[in-house]
């Protein structure tokens, strides 16, 4: 929403580091993530009702997997996601 807000964090651990990206958006339904994490692209309308092609999520993901991270998804309805990922410390 327009009075809402995005809040990005990073944690260090032993074994690497964690980068969340959270939003207080409209969130996802558990069908439109099943969505999103396969390996298909998926688009859908933004906040703004602006269209997306799905690129970024999908470049984001692999660019994570080559070095070594996990994207995870959490999402509620009505109030927001989160978007995390990890990516190891290197040897």
């Known amino acids: ?25 409209y969130g996802m339904s558990n069908q439109i993530l099943e969505k999103l994490l396969g390996e298909n692209s998926y688009t859908s309308k933004g906040t703004n009702n602006e269209k997306g092609t799905g690129l970024g999520l999908q470049l984001c993901r692999e660019f994570i997997a080559k070095n070594g991270g996990v994207l995870k998804i959490s999402s509620v309805e009505g109030k927001g996601s989160t978007f995390s990922f990890n990516l190891p410390k290197s040897s």
Do not use: F, L
């Open 1 to 25: 929403t327009e009075e809402g807000y995005i809040e990005v964090s990073a944690i260090e651990n032993e074994d690497g580091v964690i980068v969340s990206v959270k939003d207080t958006g």
